[in-house]
């Protein structure tokens, strides 16, 4: 398997040394971005991948606005009202358990981990995770008498998931489950796939391939996820 890209590992050191920061005893309870800056500076990597304040908050702007800043670090809001100077407040993560419209997984999985908040929002105000996630969404949309749930949940014969997307043709009555993932250069996030789709064969789910409802698409490339996208939309359609 791949290792991490070069981005993800810097949000991932970023994350490492925010969490050290804010426990400790004298930080405030929300600091700023040049705050953090300042001591994200003193990790050597860091402080040789940013030349300064200014690259540093480009880099979070960069990554908050494609979806995946949130992924990693999940403990920060910003306010973007001045689309010249976004305005960074970090504060200490709180980890809640079971928290309606997560990702409910088994012990062993990590998937969770990569289902934060719902940041990104489709063209008729859904909120969803993902900007590949708002893709699929705006094209199922398209066919009036699809009926889609997100977050939804499946039942299995011990417990339950949160399917990606859960769609009803209310002309054959028919009812898919698509999975998307979207991080397939990560190492961790692969082994938490395989178990997911190991969940759904364990339960008696089958793939549309095999004469089945549930629809697994990766992303690779922009143009190989669009084909697939139309692929399986007409399949649900006809």
């Known amino acids: 398997m791949k290792s991490l890209p070069q981005e993800i590992k810097i949000l991932k050191l970023i994350k490492e040394r925010l969490d050290i920061l804010m426990s400790n005893r004298e930080t405030a309870v929300e600091i700023r971005s040049n705050e953090l800056y300042e001591f994200v500076k003193k990790d050597p990597i860091l402080n040789s991948y940013f030349k300064d304040g200014k690259m540093f908050n480009q880099f979070l702007r960069q990554y ?3 979806g995946i800043m949130k992924q990693i670090i999940p403990n920060y809001s910003v306010d973007t009202y001045n689309k010249n100077f976004y305005r960074w407040f970090f504060s200490r993560e709180i980890k809640i358990k079971n928290e309606p419209g997560k990702l409910v997984e088994t012990k062993e ?4 981990y990569y289902k934060s908040g ?6 008729n105000g859904t909120k969803l995770r993902s900007l590949q996630e708002k893709k699929i969404y705006e094209n199922l949309i398209r066919c009036n008498y699809l009926a889609i749930g ?6 299995g014969k011990y417990d339950r998931k949160y ?3 859960k769609i009803l043709n209310k002309l054959t009555q028919k009812t898919f489950y698509w999975e998307h993932f979207g ?3 990560s190492d961790q996030y692969l ?3 395989e178990a997911k789709i190991e969940w759904y064969r364990n339960n008696g789910f089958k793939t549309v391939e095999n004469r089945g409802n549930v629809i697994y698409t990766y992303f690779s ?8 996208i139309k692929k399986y939309i007409e399949l649900i359609i006809e």
């Open 163 to 165: 399917v990606d997307f």
């Open 109 to 112: 999985s990590s998937l969770s």
């Open 183 to 185: 991080m397939t250069n």
């Open 221 to 228: 490339t922009d143009n190989k996820f669009e084909k697939d």
């Open 150 to 155: 997100y977050d939804a949940q499946i039942i």
């Open 191 to 193: 082994t938490s796939v």
């Open 118 to 123: 719902l940041y990104i929002i489709a063209e």
């Open 64 to 66: 908050h606005n494609n």
